[in-house]
């Protein structure tokens, strides 16, 4: 097994100001795993803000320290995104490697990303994002070991060199300008042939892969975890009546989604601007269903898409007794996995677009 292949055994740090930072914490935990760590404890505090220096108190930072030296942690992981200054403050007292939020979603992507457009965007969100941490992240970079927070491409020459990066910065820019002129020239190519094109979005992990490999009998990667395809895929699909629409799965949103990676995916998730319908696939399973269907329309919104015409899919019906949601929820009730409910949304969508046309 490579020293980056090794598990990491890792604490998770967040401090808790509301009900929200507790869901937000469970979530971090799903990250951490998907990154490949052992999560082998969780520390948090309550208080009403973060410290400026050491992102938690003195003493709750002593009781992380002696935390660490008992259970031979690797790496702390906080719920928040870190300054430079702060990665820099808290590694010095406890003298391993600090890795944030930001920093663990990125090394997610790094890690997911399959196209050549997809490594593009996320080497181009690592290096905004390591940019104005040079000096904290310092320590991480000259290491040779690797691990999370070190994945992905872009990562072999950042230990100093500024201009390198904005070079590198400016040079994937380029590339990405390319890329997506070709997509220009293949939408258009659709809409002159008034080809319909339905978009699936939605919370990671909600099913949208599996729905659209149901739906289009495509084969795009399904894995139970979180951001398993970074890939935009578009197949054809065709309704009851005979209509053809095009449809297209995106990449999973999820609550304080780094803005770098929001503007570096938005070329790819541009394509849900220029869709005529939405397919919001809900995982109705989800404790925290109302908190993710926000930040999908808030992610909508950052797009300029929240007014396209959606309809919401509530997928994994197959899980629960969903009798009493059906009268209280508004939609479309399937099971992507076990092909329930399929038909149904089939018809739905030409109704849909049967409306818009």
Do not use: W
């Not at 799903?30 to 003493?59: C, F, M, N, P, W």
């Not at 570096?264 to 399973?285: A, P, Q």
Request: glycine fraction near 6%; proline fraction near 2%.
């Amino acid at each position: 097994m490579s020293t980056i292949d090794q598990i990491e055994r890792a604490v998770l740090v967040g401090v808790i100001q509301s009900a929200k930072d507790e869901e937000s914490m469970e979530e971090l935990k799903d990250l951490a795993e998907t990154a490949g760590a052992h999560v082998v404890g969780v520390v948090t505090q309550r208080r009403k803000g973060i410290d400026s220096a050491h992102y938690i108190g003195k003493g709750k930072l002593e009781e992380l320290k002696a935390f660490i030296e008992a259970n031979q942690i690797d790496v702390v992981i906080v719920n928040d995104e870190l300054t430079g200054s702060q990665i820099k403050n808290i590694e010095d007292v406890l003298g391993v490697k600090i890795v944030d939020r930001t920093c663990l979603i990125l090394d997610i992507f790094a890690r997911r990303a399959k196209t050549k457009e997809s490594k593009l965007q996320v080497e181009l969100a690592q290096l905004k994002y390591r940019l104005p941490r040079l000096v904290g992240l310092g320590g991480q970079l000259s290491r040779l070991g690797g691990g999370i927070g070190t994945r992905g491409p872009g990562e072999t020459k950042l230990e100093t060199d500024r201009r390198h990066i904005q070079n590198r910065i400016k040079a994937i820019e380029k590339k990405l300008v390319r890329i997506e002129r070709h997509r220009n020239l293949y939408r258009q190519r659709r809409a002159k042939n008034m080809v319909p094109v339905v978009s699936i979005v939605g919370y990671t992990n909600a099913g949208k892969s599996t729905l659209f490999n149901a739906l289009a009998k495509a084969e795009s990667y399904v894995e139970d975890k979180l951001f398993a395809t970074l890939d935009t895929s578009a197949r054809k699909l065709i309704l009851p009546s005979g209509m053809q629409v095009v449809l297209v799965d995106t990449v999973g949103f999820i609550r304080d989604l780094p803005h770098d990676l929001i503007e570096g995916f938005k070329s790819t998730l541009e394509e849900v601007r220029y869709s005529d319908l939405l397919l919001h696939v809900i995982d109705i399973t989800s404790p925290d269903i109302d908190e993710k269907i926000r930040v999908v329309e808030k992610v909508l919104s950052e797009l300029d898409a929240i007014d396209i015409p959606r309809l919401d899919v509530f997928n994994k019906i197959d899980l629960i007794d969903i009798s009493s949601m059906v009268n209280s929820k508004q939609g479309i009730f399937i099971s992507a996995k076990a092909r329930i409910g399929l038909d149904a949304l089939k018809e739905a969508i030409e109704r849909e677009l049967a409306v818009k046309r």
